[in-house]
């Protein structure tokens, strides 16, 4: 399965296959989108989530600041829907 994922403010759109990161997928796309530890520890990669829903590999990265932030760590996050992220750094 794939899913369409949108950077605003960029627009910048790219598909996410079944069992690839969002970072993954980005980066395969050829976006430069900011990356640095791809561990979920340096956040240069959390985007705050507009809509959609993603899933992380245990242990969940999220601490409960994060989730009420809307906060989505994307070298991390397995789309589970579509998804609009916000990132204000990502250009088009």
Known sequence: MTHLVT???AQLSFAVH???TVL?????NGIDFP???RQG???SCVCKLT??????AEPQPLTELDKQQQFTYCCLAYPC????LHHPFIRG
């Open 35 to 37: 990356n640095r530890c």
């Open 7 to 9: 950077i605003a403010p």
């Open 81 to 84: 829907t579509d998804l609009v």
């Open 24 to 28: 993954e997928a980005a980066l395969r």
């Open 51 to 56: 809509s959609g829903e993603v899933r992380y």
């Open 18 to 20: 079944e069992g690839e």
């Open 41 to 43: 520890v340096c956040t």
